[in-house]
């Protein structure tokens, strides 16, 4: 298989590659004279910006160790590159601030972020490798008020954050569907949370991931559901510098790898066994028991097993932080397999 042949086959991979956006200046003289592939191998660690706004996400403990779904998916790059999930360096930075640190050679990649818009996409600079979890405009509402579509909601006072793209995101789903309703817009989200535990407004109006994460936090979780349906779309992914295809092949295939692996039934438990006796040769070639697939990326044979061994499979972390045995309890839904409704996939491993 020649490196023309696995460039080629990322072309489809996840619905969100090849998205660029935000205008960046140069990189770094280091990382244009060597790629940011060797400058990491040179370095000995990978520095991994995550934004820490979601504890689900990232968040450093009491012990300071560093834990969430992004944390894990950093992890899971240094252990392609290095064989050791513990070769990296978590770097909180806020979604604004994420830009200027790739800029300047800070980070090396973003674990998640949104998607460029149009206008973002167009200014280049930045490129979004795949997409690794997908969010959405969501409700949420007593579990015994029933009301499941928006044309139940007619009429009725939503909480929304005031002046935020979820705001933005109502307004449109409302309009578009010619249904009138009220926005309770607030700044501070303690004070949208007492005013929907004080049944001021019908629903509760933000990111699905978000509602999660207040619902956790309510008195009785369990007595508020988030409908299931996304009023929105928000495609998030790791995002790494433009114009730099080997590095973000790495960063890319990383992602493939875990995806390959739940679709295959490899996980960190069995993936000791599944090496030994796999026939199938998705399986083989993922775990570097037939071909050498990590030479095209740069990477040792058993990049992809030291990966699953050490990390996990996709379905491993989001269960591990965001799945039904957490407090954020989230559904996978958009975010499962193709082959289970959603919409996430790689392409064969071939």
Partial sequence: MTRVSVVGCLAGLFLAVGFVGFAGAKNTDEIERQGMLEVVRDRGLVRCGVASAQPEFAVRGG????????????????????????????????????????????????????????????????????????????????????????????????????????????????????????????????????????????????NRASLAAIRSGLPTPRDHVILPRALSKRPQGPLVRQGDDRWADVVRWTLGAMLVAEERGVRAANVDDMRSVANHPDIRRLLGTEGDYGAELGLSRTWAYDVIKNVGNYAEIYDRHLGPDTALALERGANALWSNGGILFAPPFR
């Fill in 63 to 206: 012990d300071r160790v560093w834990r969430g779904f992004d944390v894990d998916f950093c992890r899971a790059v240094a252990a392609a590159l290095f064989g050791d999930p513990a070769k990296v360096e978590i770097v909180a930075v806020d979604q604004g601030g994420a830009y200027q640190a790739l800029r300047d050679g800070a980070i090396d990649l973003v674990a998640r972020h949104a998607q460029p818009t149009f206008d973002q996409a167009a200014a280049g600079g930045f490129v979004q490798v795949a997409l690794s979890f997908h969010d959405g405009l969501g409700l949420m509402q007593r579990l015994d008020q029933g009301k499941t579509t928006i044309g139940a909601l007619a009429g009725a006072e939503i909480c929304v954050a005031a002046g935020s793209s979820a705001q933005d995101d109502l307004d449109a789903a409302f309009t578009a569907r010619n249904v009138a309703y009220r926005a309770r817009a607030k700044q501070s989200n303690a004070a949208l949370r007492a005013d929907y535990l004080a049944d001021h407004c019908a629903a509760y109006a933000a």
